[in-house]
């Protein structure tokens, strides 16, 4: 019963804007980023994708998200800077943000997009979209 599951994989980034970049491994194996700086023609350039992108080749543009897990080393900013219109389609968000980003900077952000019950514990952060009461009015 229900829809079938797929898994659709993409190599890149994820960014704010489309491009680039590379893998900066100066933090140690557990805590790679990315660096947009260096030459696009070297092989190990990696493509740097839009969530919005990614969403409409998954054919996922305006289906309702679940749940969206991030773990993007130091992008956070850049991903949910704004409360991006892409946010309104997901249900909960559980990110690990990294200095100098915040919880409380990610709560602001996502705050443009809707209210949220918010739980944080160190550096990570649940967010569950707040459903209208249905008995209100």
Same mark, same amino acid.
């Given at each position: 019963?229900?829809?079938?599951?797929?898994? @659709?994989?993409?190599?890149?980034?994820?960014?704010?804007?489309?491009?680039?970049? /590379?893998? =900066?491994?100066?933090?140690? *194996?557990?805590?790679?980023?990315?660096? !947009? +700086?260096? =030459?696009?023609?070297?092989?190990?350039?990696?493509?740097? !994708? @839009?969530?919005?992108? &990614?969403?409409?080749?998954?054919? #996922?543009?305006?289906?309702? &998200?679940?749940?969206?897990?991030?773990?993007?080393?130091?992008?956070?900013? +850049?991903?949910?800077?704004?409360?991006?219109?892409?946010?309104?389609?997901?249900?909960?968000? #559980?990110?690990?943000?990294? /200095?100098?980003? *915040?919880?409380?900077?990610?709560?602001?952000?996502?705050?443009?997009?809707? /209210?949220? =019950?918010? @739980? %944080?514990?160190?550096?990570? %952060? #649940?967010? %569950?979209?707040?459903?209208? =009461?249905?008995?209100?009015?």
């Amino acid at each position: 019963p229900g829809a079938p599951a797929s898994l @659709t994989l993409f190599k890149c980034f994820v960014g704010d804007a489309a491009g680039v970049a /590379h893998v =900066d491994r100066a933090f140690g *194996t557990w805590a790679y980023r990315m660096a !947009r +700086d260096g =030459d696009p023609a070297d092989s190990r350039a990696v493509a740097v !994708r @839009t969530l919005p992108e &990614i969403l409409a080749e998954a054919q #996922l543009d305006g289906v309702p &998200i679940d749940l969206l897990k991030c773990d993007i080393e130091g992008a956070e900013a +850049d991903l949910f800077r704004g409360g991006p219109p892409w946010l309104r389609q997901v249900r909960a968000v #559980l990110a690990e943000v990294h /200095h100098p980003y *915040t919880p409380e900077a990610l709560v602001a952000h996502v705050s443009a997009a809707g /209210h949220w =019950d918010v @739980t %944080v514990d160190g550096s990570l %952060v #649940l967010l %569950v979209r707040r459903q209208p =009461d249905s008995r209100a009015g």
